[in-house]
C-alpha cells in the first residue's frame, strides 16, 4: 500500500487547529502519510508542506474580502497547478466555504476525492449550497448531530463523528483548575479586524465592571498568531491586564468566572470547560446587512444553537456595547444563582455533545473511504 498523500486546506486559526489533530490522528493509523496545502502554525508544527501560510486567507466579512479579490484569485490558480502536478490522494477541506468551496470544485473536476471535515454551516445560510456539495464533495464529516438530518433532507449523507473540541480539552484534567474569584478572561478573536473591533469594547467593558467590582482581574487569552504588543496597544494601560498563550487557554477559561468573548469556536470550548460567556461580534454595517438577509438561524453562538435557546447572551452589531457587556458579566458576578444555573445548562450541553474520539473516528471514516486504512 502506498504512502497516501493528504492535501489540507485550513482556512483560520481555529480550522488549522482541527486540521491538526485530524492529520494526528490520520498518522496513527498511516505514519507514513505525508500533509501539504494551506497550512497554519498548527499544521506548520506537524510537519505539513505549506504551499501557502493560513494567513494569506485571515480575513473577515464580506466588504473586507473584496481588497483582497485579486491575491485570492491568484493562490486559487497556484493551488489548481499544484494539486495536477502533485496528484494528491485525497484532499481534505476544514470549514472556511468561500474559499474551500473553490478548491473542493478544482479538485473534484481534477478527479481527486474531497472530503469536507468540519461541515460549511449551510445550514445556517444559503442551504441551497447543499446541491454544490452533492456535485464536488465525496463525504461529509460532521461535527453536529443535528447537521446529519439536515443532509438527509436534500439527499445527502452525513457522517456523525463527534465534536472535535472534545478531544482538544481533555476535560478530566481541568477538574483540578480552581476558579479564581473575580477572575475574568478576554478572547477577542483571531482576526486582526476581530481584535481591533471588539478589544476597546471590551476594555471599556472590564472599566465599568471594576467600577463595581474593583477586585476583577482581566485575562487576555491571545491567539498565537497575535502579538502581545497588538493586544496591549488597543488596552488601556491604566487597567491590569494579564496576557495568556493559547497552550494555556483551557486551565485559564475554567479557572475564570466568566468570559467577555468573539462569536466562534471559543464560544464552544468555553461552554464545554463550564465557564459562563458574553458573546460580543460586530463587522461592517454592509456586511451585516448582507447577513441579516441570508441567515436562517436564531443564534450565532454554537452553544445557543446546540440548546436551541439562549444560554450565552448574545451582543451583537449595535448591541455590542460597552455597557451591556459589563451589565451582562456583573449580572453573573453579582447573582450567585444566574451564575448556578448557567453552568446547569453547560453541564447538560456537555452531554448532548458527546464524548471524546471525533478526530480518530473522522480519520477512519477518510482513511477507509480513500482505500488506505491498514488491514486490521
Given at each position: 500500500m502506498s504512502s497516501p498523500l493528504v492535501w489540507i486546506s485550513a482556512g483560520e486559526l481555529s480550522g488549522d487547529m482541527h486540521a491538526a489533530a485530524l492529520a494526528r490522528a490520520i498518522r496513527e493509523f498511516r505514519p507514513d502519510a505525508r500533509m501539504r496545502g494551506i497550512a497554519g502554525p498548527y499544521l506548520r508544527e506537524l510537519g505539513a508542506e505549506t504551499l501557502?501560510?493560513?494567513?494569506?486567507l485571515a480575513v473577515m466579512g464580506i466588504t473586507e474580502v473584496l481588497r483582497y479579490l485579486p491575491a485570492i484569485f491568484s493562490m486559487l490558480k497556484a493551488?489548481?497547478?499544484?494539486?495536477?502536478?502533485?496528484?494528491?490522494?485525497?484532499?481534505?477541506?476544514?470549514?472556511?466555504?468561500?474559499?474551500n468551496f473553490r478548491v473542493a470544485k478544482i479538485a473534484s473536476e481534477a478527479g481527486i476525492p474531497v472530503y469536507y471535515y468540519i461541515s460549511p454551516k449551510v445550514w445556517a445560510s444559503r442551504p441551497g449550497r447543499v446541491h454544490f456539495m452533492k456535485r464536488h464533495i465525496r463525504r461529509i464529516i460532521s461535527i453536529l448531530p443535528f447537521e446529519k438530518t439536515f443532509f438527509k433532507k436534500y439527499g445527502m449523507e452525513a457522517d456523525y463523528v463527534g465534536n472535535p473540541i472534545v478531544d482538544m480539552l481533555n476535560l478530566p484534567a481541568l477538574e483540578g483548575v480552581q476558579i479564581e474569584p473575580g477572575r475574568i478572561g478576554v478572547m477577542p478573536g483571531s482576526r486582526n479586524?476581530?481584535?481591533?473591533?471588539?478589544?476597546?469594547?471590551?476594555?471599556?467593558?472590564?472599566?465599568?465592571?471594576?467600577?463595581?467590582?474593583?477586585?476583577?482581574?482581566?485575562?487576555?487569552?491571545?491567539?498565537?498568531?497575535?502579538?502581545d504588543s497588538r493586544i496591549?496597544?488597543?488596552?488601556?494601560?491604566?487597567?491590569?491586564l494579564t496576557i495568556i498563550?493559547?497552550?494555556q487557554r483551557y486551565a485559564c477559561i475554567k479557572s475564570c468566572e466568566l468570559l467577555l468573548a468573539a462569536s466562534g469556536t471559543a464560544t464552544l470550548e468555553s461552554a464545554l470547560i463550564?465557564?459562563?460567556?458574553?458573546?460580543?461580534?460586530?463587522?461592517?454595517?454592509?456586511?451585516?446587512?448582507?447577513?441579516?438577509?441570508?441567515?436562517?438561524v436564531r443564534y450565532v453562538s454554537l452553544p445557543n444553537l446546540i440548546m436551541n435557546r439562549p444560554i450565552f447572551p448574545e451582543l451583537l452589531q449595535e448591541n455590542a456595547t460597552?455597557?451591556?457587556?459589563?451589565?451582562?458579566?456583573?449580572?453573573?458576578?453579582e447573582n450567585p444563582a444566574s451564575s448556578a444555573l448557567i453552568r446547569s445548562d453547560l453541564a447538560e450541553l456537555r452531554r448532548i455533545v458527546g464524548k471524546p474520539g471525533a478526530a480518530g473516528r473522522a480519520a477512519q471514516v477518510i482513511l477507509k473511504d480513500a482505500g488506505f486504512m491498514p488491514c486490521a
Open positions: 501557502f501560510p493560513m494567513e494569506n493551488i489548481r497547478k499544484d494539486l495536477l502536478q502533485n496528484r494528491p490522494d485525497m484532499v481534505v477541506l476544514v470549514d472556511a466555504p468561500s474559499f479586524k476581530e481584535i481591533t473591533t471588539l478589544l476597546p469594547v471590551f476594555s471599556d467593558a472590564a472599566r465599568r465592571i471594576r467600577e463595581r467590582r474593583p477586585d476583577a482581574s482581566f485575562h487576555c487569552i491571545k491567539a498565537p498568531n497575535i502579538a496591549m496597544e488597543l488596552w488601556p494601560h491604566d487597567i491590569p498563550n493559547s497552550d463550564g465557564t459562563p460567556t458574553v458573546v460580543a461580534y460586530k463587522v461592517s454595517p454592509l456586511t451585516a446587512f448582507i447577513i441579516k438577509k441570508i441567515i436562517t460597552s455597557e451591556k457587556i459589563a451589565d451582562a458579566a456583573l449580572n453573573w458576578l
